[in-house]
């Protein structure tokens, strides 16, 4: 099993920066995929940013592209979203999401956080 638990979001004005992070425990594996969707009311989850280990594959929705990175701490115990330039369509709730290849559905992973919601605030 893991375990994963979201942090890091809170209210930003547009064009301001939050940074993500997800921190994750139990079982490890060779090659993984981690992720983060978004979730607004009524809305289809999306899946912003994924990178796959350990080929270091990355996707990255159109929307977010040149705005969000995703990436692991130097000890590679967390991943984490840097998003920058927000927008207010970017208001959701992030879920990081783990599973063994990186998918756009989101029965492509087995895990996923309790969330962390962001707001910005045109």
């Known amino acids: 099993q893991v375990q994963l638990v979201e942090s890091g979001g809170g209210l930003v004005q547009a064009g301001g920066s939050l940074r993500l992070s997800c921190a994750a425990s139990?079982?490890?594996?060779?090659?993984?995929?981690m992720g983060w969707f978004r979730q607004t009311p009524g809305k289809e989850r999306e899946l912003v940013a994924a990178?796959?280990?350990?080929?270091?594959?990355?996707y990255y929705a159109d929307s977010v592209k040149g705005r969000f990175t995703i990436f692991r701490d130097s000890a590679k115990t967390t991943t984490l979203l840097q998003m920058n330039s927000l927008k207010p369509e970017d208001t959701a709730v992030y879920y990081c999401?783990?599973?063994?290849?990186?998918?756009?559905?989101?029965?492509?992973?087995?895990?996923w956080g309790q969330g962390t919601q962001v707001t910005v605030s045109s």
């Open positions: 999401v783990a599973g063994k290849v990186i998918s756009r559905a989101e029965n492509g992973y087995d895990y």
């Open positions: 990178k796959s280990w350990p080929d270091y594959t990355t």
């Open positions: 139990g079982r490890t594996f060779s090659t993984y995929a």
